[in-house]
């Protein structure tokens, strides 16, 4: 499979913000097929060539993952699920050897048939913040980036759909005390929802 890079660091996002991992990204991302908002305000524009990155036998990834000694995995991209049957065939692996997979996608695929992570976190996109149908009842984390079109009436349909997913509204970080101040309000105005800030970026690390 196409592979840009594995590393370690803490998850710096979300619900598992803190915690150390090993991240597993994948090449490929469909936000330009789509028309996709976050084209604007994408941090990793380097994955999204389908072609980038190394092709990479799913053994050799378990392999460095074994070795880092984490227990967790992150896989992400990119869009890692374009890379469907070689995603699951790379979850049944790591889960075989104990190590818990986490997968965050963008939402505009489904899961492969057989695929089952330990935790899903799906970031739908702006404009219209589409979520695949057949990934109903499969989220556990629902993180949506607050830019400047943010609406939160939309996050609470996604929510409304999604009901056991934690919900992380994440500022987006190139306005952030425009974008930081909305999060925070929306989050006071939602119990429940949380605030995702970017760990990795304030520490300066990976
Ligand atoms: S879907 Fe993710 S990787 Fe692709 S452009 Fe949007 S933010 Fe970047």
């Excluded at 710096?12 to 330009?32: I, K, Q």
């Excluded at 609470?156 to 425009?178: F, G, I």
Aim: net charge negative; glycine share 8%.
């Amino acid at each position: 499979m196409r592979v840009l890079e594995v590393f370690d660091s803490l998850q710096g996002e979300g619900v598992w913000a803190g915690v150390a991992m090993t991240f597993v990204r994948l090449a490929g991302c469909n936000a330009s097929d789509l028309r996709l908002a976050c084209l604007a305000w994408c941090d990793t524009p380097q994955s999204w060539r389908r072609d980038g990155g190394t092709d990479t036998d799913i053994s050799e990834i378990v392999e460095q993952v074994r070795q880092s000694g984490l227990g967790r995995v992150c896989l992400t991209g990119g869009e890692p699920l374009l890379q469907g049957e070689s995603v699951e065939s790379l979850v049944d692996a790591l889960q075989h050897v104990g190590v818990l997979v986490h997968v965050e996608t963008n939402g505009t695929l489904p899961l492969p048939d057989g695929l089952r992570p330990d935790w899903v976190t799906v970031s739908p996109k702006p404009p219209v913040h589409f979520i695949d149908d057949r990934l109903r009842g499969m989220v556990d984390e629902l993180k949506v980036v607050v830019d400047q079109d943010f609406v939160a009436a939309r996050v609470e349909m996604l929510a409304a759909d999604h009901p056991s997913a934690a919900v992380c509204l994440q500022p987006e970080a190139s306005r952030l005390a425009e974008t930081g101040a909305v999060a925070t309000a929306t989050v006071m105005a939602h119990p429940g929802w949380r605030l995702s800030i970017q760990l990795h970026r304030v520490l300066g690390i990976a």
